[in-house]
Structures are given as C-alpha cells and as structure tokens.
C-alpha cells in the first residue's frame, strides 16, 4: 500500500498519541521516558488539536496504520483558549501538579507540570503569525519527502481560511529540523526559553 496523507477521522487518536510517544524525546523514540503514562504527552500535542482543528489535522497512513500526523491551529490565541477553558481542567483535575525539585521529576512528571502550568506563548509580531503548527513521523516515514507534503497541504489549507501567517517552535539544539524548516520557507523569529520560534507568510 501506498502511504496517503488523509484527514483525521474519529478512531485515530490512540494510533496518533502513539506517534506522539515514539517521537515523543525530541524526535525519538520516547516510549521508554514515558513507561508509566504513555499518552502523557498526547494530550499536550494531539488530543486537542483532534479535538478543536480537525479540519486542519492530517494523518500519513499506510500499511501498517497511522505513521504521522501534521497538526495545525488557524487562530492560536483562541486555540490556547479553548485549551485552558474545554481540555486543561480535566487534565489538572485527574493528574496532580508534581511537587519537589523540578530536576528530579520523570518526564512523565514534567509532562503533569505542563498541565497545569501551560505555556502560550505566541511569537510576535502575532497579526502577521497567528497559526501554529507541528508535525511528527514514524522513523520509517522520514527522509521519504512525506514532512514536506504534509505542510504543504496545512499551509495550503491555513491559506485558503484566509490566515496572513504560520509559526511553529523547536528546539534551540535541533539542528537539522531547523535546517529542514529553513529549507520549506520558514525564517526564525524569535527564542524565547529554549525554543526557537520560526514563522512563515502565507499569500
């Protein structure tokens, strides 16, 4: 079977959360960081967008199942608000704020911080970068040109909505995402907190 790039369909979240955890130690496999729980991380960075963007959430399928996704949010202010307001309560409620020194915590524990201290942060100028997106494959996906078709396609569909802009974050060691965004158009914007912002216009 040929991979296709399909629309999110209800059923797909486990197969995507999974994505989340094997690419979930900054683009490898973190199945083994996340033993104890491990969608931890999924209802961070999938299980919302499925939720509230499922017009702009994109499943790479082939053979053996969902092996990527490409996520997007047209107006990310008001997706962090929906967040805060439908999504995070039900996190904080069910998992507890880890206490203690932050360096001795699981990832699974940071992963609990996160829910309950959620960081927004949009890069500026926000009028001209208001979407955001992020992507991740199954390492039997990459270098195969499947990263590039899949944005393509988010950035076609934020562009039809009529969205002046997109952004996106990454790691400050991430060398070769960097590169890869570079190479798709992209240009940084900002850092802020161990993460690079870069952003793209949309025409």
Known sequence: MQPIIRDYQPGDEQAAYYVCLKTGDSGKDGEALYAEDPDALGRIYVG??????????????????????????????????????????????????????????SPVESAYHDYHHPDYHCPAPYDEYPSHLHIDLLSRMRGRGWGRKMIAELLDRLTRRGSPGVHLGLGETNDSAYGFYLALGFKELERHDGAIYMGQRLS
């Open 48 to 105: 919302p967008y499925l939720k509230f963007e499922p017009g702009l959430s994109l499943m790479l399928h082939d053979e053996e199942g969902v092996a990527g996704y490409a996520l997007a949010a047209f107006d990310s202010r008001e997706f962090y608000d929906r967040y805060d307001r439908q999504w995070r309560p039900q996190l904080c409620e069910q998992f507890d704020d880890p206490a203690g020194n932050p360096s001795d915590w």
